[in-house]
Antibody
Framework: QVQLQESGPRLVKPSETLSLTCTVS????????WSWIRQSPGKGLEWIGY???????NYNPSLKSRVTISVDTSKNQFSLKLNSVTAADTAVYYC?????????WGQGTLVTVSS | EIVLTQSPGTLSLSPGERATLSCRAS???????LAWHQQRPGQAPRLLIY???SRATGIPDRFSGSGSGTDFTLTINRLEPEDFAVYYC?????????FGQGTKVEIK
């Protein structure tokens, strides 16, 4: 059974960089696409972007200038960096398997942007 | 981007009843690239339906999806206690993928 687990700081200061890692267990990261999705009371569910295990990416245009998604196949992990954060970036961040539909999700981690 | 509008916002029903949830897109969703997800309190969303009408692995047949173009429906026959949750539609026919705002199915 594939499992995903997000990890990273839960509190980030405004203007700094949000960094999260998703560790995949129970299966290989190879041959799949992997995505980041966030959920906030104000904007609901928002797709952030995806990465293929080979490293190709696609980002939501609304976040593209601030987002980087990377993959480390040796560790079976992929990561999210979102820079220049504001309070509007406060959300539960999920990692998930899939390019367009998402069949496995992490439990989600609440990241709060506050000084 | 495609905006998805779900209705109603809340559906109050009893166990055993049928739930009919609607998702309307601001423009046609190509190739019926429309999915439905269920989210229970404190949990991540779970994929129920993809391609407008195909059930994901392990999803009971009381869940069914239909529709095309701009109008899609999720039907839940014979509601079970575990079905009371929030349901989201999601389109993946046009990037960026977008989600509806959700329909809450609550116990009457």
């Amino acid at each position: 059974q594939v499992q995903l687990q997000e990890s990273g700081p839960r509190l980030v200061k405004p203007s700094e960089t949000l960094s999260l890692t998703c560790t995949v267990s129970g299966g290989s990261i190879r041959s799949y696409y992997w995505s980041w999705i966030r959920q906030s009371p104000g904007k609901g569910l928002e797709w952030i972007g995806y990465i293929y295990y080979s490293g190709s990416t696609n980002y939501n245009p609304s976040l593209k200038s601030r987002v980087t998604i990377s993959v480390d196949t040796s560790k079976n992990q992929f990561s999210l960096k979102l820079n220049s954060v504001t309070a509007a970036d406060t959300a539960v961040y999920y990692c998930a398997r899939g390019q367009v539909t998402f069949d496995y999700w992490g439990q989600g981690t609440l990241v709060t942007v506050s000084s | 981007e495609i905006v998805l509008t779900q209705s109603p916002g809340t559906l109050s029903l009893s166990p055993g009843e049928r739930a009919t949830l609607s998702c309307r897109a601001s423009q046609s969703v190509s190739s019926s690239y429309l999915a439905w997800h269920q989210q229970r309190p404190g949990q991540a969303p779970r994929l129920l339906i993809y391609g407008a009408s195909s059930r994901a692995t392990g999803i009971p047949d009381r869940f069914s999806g239909s529709g095309s173009g701009t109008d899609f429906t999720l039907t839940i026959n014979r509601l079970e206690p575990e079905d009371f949750a929030v349901y989201y539609c999601q389109q993946y026919g046009s990037s960026p993928w977008t989600f509806g705002q959700g329909t809450k199915v609550e116990i009457k």
